[in-house]
């Protein structure tokens, strides 16, 4: 049986979570060396802008949670 590795990474953006968290995954799937900096919210927000502006998704939340 496969052994199963589970990270938890706290994103503490203000904004754009999902997006942060994406990035974040991908450099830990990548073995990016700027994981570290990444998950400790460092030299994390030009890159989530520059997905989010190739991508064009919007993630903005509308609305509340409740």
């Known amino acids: ?3 199963l590795k589970i990270n938890i990474v706290k994103v503490k953006a203000e904004d754009n979570r999902l ?6 995954a991908n450099a830990k799937i990548d073995n990016d060396h700027t994981y ?4 400790q919210g ?5 890159v989530v802008q ?8 919007d ?8």
């Open 1 to 3: 049986m496969a052994h």
């Open 19 to 24: 997006a942060h968290a994406l990035v974040i």
């Open 36 to 39: 570290k900096a990444y998950s």
């Open 42 to 46: 460092r030299k994390i927000r030009q």
């Open 50 to 57: 520059t997905q989010l502006e190739t991508t064009g998704i």
């Open 59 to 66: 993630l903005t939340v509308r609305g509340s949670l409740n």
